[in-house]
């Protein structure tokens, strides 16, 4: 059985929603919970509720451990401090959900660059805000699980969603570093595009938004963040009990050798574009080293 007995998770964005399923998980399994929720609406304006005391409440009273944190996390200085939280109450940090997040849906020709930044600064900045003081002390322990919570919207594209759609993919590049980076020293780093009912999405989702339940997400993101953990730099899609691995692929193509066959020429590509594009035999590179070895044989051919 999975277990997350004598660990330590920071979730941010858990007082409502993914979030909320993801803490009450991971705490009944045995991990003490850093609850992070500033309590603000859905476009991050202010508010003065606190949905993170509720969700604390709830595992305490089923037994669990866990501690509310208001912080934003797109304040570098209030997102470290809410690793510094889980260290000084429950002496370490071992799992890091980045699962915060705002919308602020606008067509690009009308998009603010206002609404833009705010986006940026929760999804993106926020994850790197986060997850650079806990990378650390992942590091120095020689053990770590991060989760970056993706969309569909950066992966495949969303009408009104320039800013969301950038931010979420902007993660997984993020992903993707710390994966190579982390490698060594046992952290892995993987990322969830959620398909759920939450109150960011269930205008959007529409009827069938009542089949999406938010806690069919939280088993998958358990396991990512647990010790039994396989993989690392992956994208999994999750819906309704749905997951399936996600991934950017690289076809054959077409090679024109420059010193036998002379510069390639944008006619060139016209009159191959069906090879370029056809996807049979394509390949999954794990790094751009990965790729280069697909090219290298050609040019030395």
């Not at 705010?118 to 322990?141: W, Y």
């Amino acid at each position: 059985m999975i277990d997350f007995q004598d660990r330590v998770a920071l979730i941010t964005g858990a007082g409502r929603g993914l979030g909320a399923h993801h803490a009450r998980l991971l705490a009944s399994r045995g991990a003490a919970v850093v609850v992070n929720d500033p309590g603000v609406a859905t476009d991050g304006t202010a508010s003065e509720q606190r949905p993170a005391d509720e969700v604390v409440a709830e595992i305490k009273a089923a037994g669990g451990a866990a501690v509310a944190d208001y912080g934003s996390v797109s304040d570098p200085a209030q997102a470290e401090a809410m690793v510094e939280r889980a260290v000084s109450e429950f002496g370490r940090i071992d799992i890091v959900v980045n699962n915060a997040g705002i919308l602020r849906d606008k067509a690009f020709h009308n998009l603010e660059w206002d609404n833009m930044n705010a986006v940026i600064d929760v999804h993106l900045r926020g994850a790197f805000h986060v997850t650079r003081p806990a990378f650390r002390k992942m590091r120095e322990q020689s053990y770590g699980r991060i989760v970056m919570t993706s969309s569909n919207s950066g992966l495949l594209g969303n009408f009104g969603q320039a800013n969301y759609g950038a931010a979420k993919l902007g993660q997984v590049g993020f992903m993707n570093v710390l994966k190579l980076e982390g490698a060594k020293y046992n952290i892995k780093v993987n990322a969830i595009a959620p398909v759920a009912r939450t109150r960011m999405t269930e205008e959007i989702l529409g009827p069938v938004a009542d089949k999406l339940e938010p806690g069919l997400v939280s088993p998958v993101v358990a396991y990512l963040c647990s010790e039994a953990c396989a993989v690392t730099g992956e994208i999994f899609s999750v819906a309704g009990g749905t997951v399936s691995r996600m991934f950017i692929g690289v076809t054959p193509g077409w090679f024109k050798h420059p010193d036998k066959e002379g510069a390639l020429t944008p006619e060139d590509v016209e009159a191959n574009l069906a090879k370029i594009r056809d996807e049979t035999g394509y390949i999954v590179p794990a790094s751009n080293q990965e790729e280069l070895q697909k090219i290298a044989p050609l040019l030395f051919s």
